[in-house]
C-alpha cells in the first residue's frame, strides 16, 4: 500500500486512477460529533491513503487596524487544522513534514499525494488573507522552495504540481497535486488562479444529486452530499456516491469522479455512525455503516469469474462465467477509512486501478 502507484504507467491521467481518500482528514478530536478518523497522518499515507482533505483556519486571526482597517499578522500566527469551530489541534506546518517525509521514503518516491486545502474560518479571516498565508506556508514549509531561486521558475516548484490542470501521473510523482477549495481572487498568487492548483468553478453546498465543473476538457464530477437527514438515509447516500463511480457508456470526454462517502448532520447522522453504522446489522438489529456497504459493493463489482464446483473443477471458465471487468475510477474520501476490517476497503479501491482497462484507452 506505500507504493502502489509505481505499478501503473507514467502515461495514465490522475483522472482516470482510482485513489482512497479520507474526507477531513487531521479531525482526529472531538467525537462524536467533530472527530472523522482515528489514524494518524502518516498512518494513513502508509495504508494507501492518496488524497487528503486538509481543512485549516489562521490561530490566532489576523489584528485588523482601527484606523486603516488594514490586517497585520498576530504574534505567533500560524495555520492549524479546525474542522468547524473545533481546533484539530495539528500545525500545517506538521503535515508538510509527514507528507514530504513520506514521499521522501525509498517505497513512495514515485507516488503522488492530492491534497485538497479548504478554510475553516471564512468568518473571521478574509479570503484573500487565507490565500496568501497558505502560499508562504506551502513555499516555506517541508517540501517548498526559494522564492529567489532562479534554477525553479515557472508555477510548478518543490514538492507541489500547482497548474490547474489535471496531469498525467509520470508528471506528478513525488509530488502534491493542489486541490484548492479555498477563495479570494488569485492575486495572493504570482501566477494567479492559474497557479493556485486544481481550482473548481463551483462547490455548492450539500447538493443530493451532486454537480459537474469542467477544467480543461475534463469534466469533474463531484458528489458531497453530506447533510442527510438521519442514518436513515444511508441507502440512499451509498446508491448516489456509488453511482459517481462508474462512468457513462460511451465515455465522450475525460472524466473525474469525485466523491464523499462521508456525512455528518446534528443528531441523528453523526460520522462515527454513518462511517461505521451501529448495533448488530448482521442479525438485524442496528444498520450497517457506510464503509461496510462500499466494501461490499467494491466485491460485488470486482467479482471475475464464477468459482467453480466440484462438478467442472479443473474445467476451462465458460466466456459466460466471466463477468466483463468493471471500470471504477476517481477520488474516494472515507470517514474513519480503518473501519470496518481493519480499513480493507482502502485495498479494494486500489485493485480497481488494475480492472476494466484496455489498450489504447485512458493512456493504457
Not at 462524536?32 to 490566532?60: E, K
Not at 469525485?258 to 462515527?272: E, H, K, M
Request: aromatic residues 10%; glycine residues 10%.
Amino acid at each position: 500500500m506505500s507504493s502502489y502507484l509505481s505499478l501503473l504507467p507514467d502515461r495514465l491521467p490522475m483522472s482516470s486512477v482510482a485513489l482512497p481518500g479520507t474526507h477531513d482528514t487531521m479531525a482526529r478530536y472531538g467525537w462524536p460529533i467533530s472527530q472523522c478518523q482515528n489514524v494518524s497522518l502518516a498512518g494513513q499515507l502508509r495504508a494507501g491513503i492518496r488524497v487528503i482533505d486538509i481543512r485549516l483556519a489562521v490561530i490566532p486571526p489576523p489584528i485588523r487596524s482601527a484606523r486603516t482597517s488594514t490586517l497585520t499578522a498576530a504574534p505567533n500566527q500560524r495555520l492549524v487544522a479546525y474542522h468547524g469551530i473545533y481546533p484539530q489541534q495539528t500545525p500545517f506546518d506538521d503535515i508538510l513534514n509527514d507528507v514530504y517525509q513520506f514521499l521522501s521514503t525509498p517505497p513512495a518516491q514515485r507516488e503522488t499525494i492530492v491534497m485538497s486545502i479548504k478554510q475553516e474560518d471564512g468568518q473571521i479571516t478574509p479570503a484573500a488573507y487565507f490565500a496568501t498565508a497558505i502560499r508562504q506556508a506551502i513555499t516555506n514549509g517541508s517540501g517548498g522552495w526559494n522564492e529567489g531561486a532562479p534554477s525553479q521558475p515557472g508555477v510548478n516548484r518543490g514538492m507541489w504540481f500547482l497548474e490547474n490542470r489535471i496531469p498525467t501521473l509520470g508528471e506528478v510523482r513525488g509530488k502534491v497535486v493542489l486541490l484548492s477549495r479555498f477563495g479570494g481572487d488569485g492575486s495572493a498568487w504570482p501566477e494567479g488562479f492559474e497557479g493556485i492548483g486544481i481550482h473548481p468553478t463551483t462547490w455548492p453546498d450539500s447538493r443530493k444529486e451532486g454537480f459537474e465543473w469542467e477544467l480543461k476538457g475534463t469534466r469533474v464530477r463531484t458528489h458531497d452530499w453530506y447533510a442527510i437527514p438521519t442514518f436513515m438515509s444511508i441507502p440512499e447516500k451509498m446508491q448516489r456516491g456509488t453511482a459517481n463511480l462508474l462512468p457513462p457508456q460511451p465515455l465522450t470526454q475525460p472524466l473525474l469522479p469525485i466523491t464523499f462517502f462521508s456525512a455528518a448532520s446534528f443528531p441523528l447522522s453523526l460520522p462515527p455512525v454513518i462511517a461505521k453504522g451501529f448495533g448488530m446489522p448482521k442479525l438485524g438489529f442496528g444498520i450497517e455503516g457506510v464503509n461496510s456497504r462500499l466494501g461490499k459493493w467494491l466485491l460485488d463489482q470486482i467479482g471475475g469469474i464464477s468459482p467453480p464446483t466440484i462438478a467442472n473443477e479443473g474445467a476451462k471458465p465458460n466466456h459466460q462465467d466471466v463477468k466483463e471487468e468493471p471500470r471504477i475510477r476517481g477520488w474516494s474520501f472515507l470517514d474513519y477509512f480503518a473501519d470496518p476490517e481493519e480499513g480493507q476497503v482502502v485495498p479494494l479501491l486500489v485493485e480497481c486501478n488494475f480492472l476494466g482497462r484496455k489498450a489504447g484507452e485512458e493512456g493504457w
